[in-house]
């Protein structure tokens, strides 16, 4: 895998029979909404369906059947689309099992290693990752290059924040415990395209990063949104938020918290760096 090469993955995908289409909402959110299909019978699971018609028509070009709708968490850019979609399709809603409450028509609550099937073919394991909020959940792939859809968690080159019901503590022990875990050829499909941004506060905080460096110029004014996909081993070139024993890191944090003690525990580099981030 070229580490700072534009990617699709899906046309990788589509070999495996689970067929991959990332729909760009155009909003000022910069929301990506996917759909998910099974190669043999046409199903495809929705997942954060917000721009219902952009989906309804993708599906409908493509001739699939929308069975499935899988909420990563309970925001409103998140689940907004998920009534129009339900009406037009009879779609079920998948989401947290903790989610009820949130989440309008909730019709399967997932918990930790849950499977969820589309069709014959596809197999999407459900990984529950607080942080952004604690009722979030990813989905993991069940094939040979495992493809992450990872919500509001893990962005390219980026971190969720913890604004509106989440929590830091939890979003570090799931960045540690369970994303750090993944193999490097893990896709990466977000829930936003902040590629950019998140590139530059890598920058800030690592100016000698090459890897972030180089990969800003590819994706600096260019339609990134369609025609980027990361992978966990670009991310751990990348991503700020997996470099927390960066020597450079821990060191220009000093200049912006001064009573940081000499040897600090990542957790702590990563909520300095969410911090930061949260104003950047």
Request: proline content about 2%; some cysteine; aromatic content about 8%.
């Amino acid at each position: 895998m070229n580490l700072l090469q534009y990617e699709n993955i899906q046309d990788g995908i589509e070999a495996m029979s689970m067929i991959v289409k990332q729909i760009w909402t155009a909003n000022s959110y910069r929301n990506f909404n996917y759909l998910i299909a099974c190669s043999e019978t046409g199903e495809a699971l929705a997942i954060d369906p917000l721009d219902s018609v952009k989906c309804i028509e993708e599906a409908k070009n493509q001739g699939w059947q929308i069975t499935q709708i899988l909420n990563t968490h309970e925001h409103h850019d998140h689940i907004g689309g998920n009534e129009a979609v339900v009406k037009a399709t009879g779609a079920k809603v998948l989401a947290h099992a903790n989610a009820g409450r949130s989440i309008k028509g909730m019709f399967r609550g997932l918990i930790a290693g849950d499977v969820i099937k589309v069709g014959k073919t596809v197999e999407l394991e459900a990984l529950d990752t607080p942080g952004h909020t604690m009722c979030h959940i990813c989905l993991l792939s069940h094939t040979d290059e495992p493809a992450l859809f990872s919500g509001d968690t893990l962005f390219n080159a980026g971190a969720g924040n913890c604004h509106n019901g989440g929590n830091l503590k939890s979003l570090y022990q799931t960045f540690s415990r369970q994303l750090n875990a993944l193999p490097d050829n893990t896709w990466i499909y977000p829930g936003h395209d902040y590629i950019e941004n998140n590139l530059r506060f890598t920058l800030d905080r690592e100016p000698e990063n090459t890897y972030a460096a180089e990969l800003l110029q590819q994706v600096t004014g260019q339609d990134v949104h369609t025609a980027y996909t990361s992978s966990m081993q670009i991310e751990r070139q990348v991503n700020t938020f997996f470099r927390l024993d960066s020597v450079s890191i821990q060191s220009r944090l000093r200049t912006s918290f001064s009573d940081l003690p000499l040897n600090m525990e990542e957790e702590t580099v990563f909520s300095k760096l969410r911090e930061l981030r949260n104003h950047w």
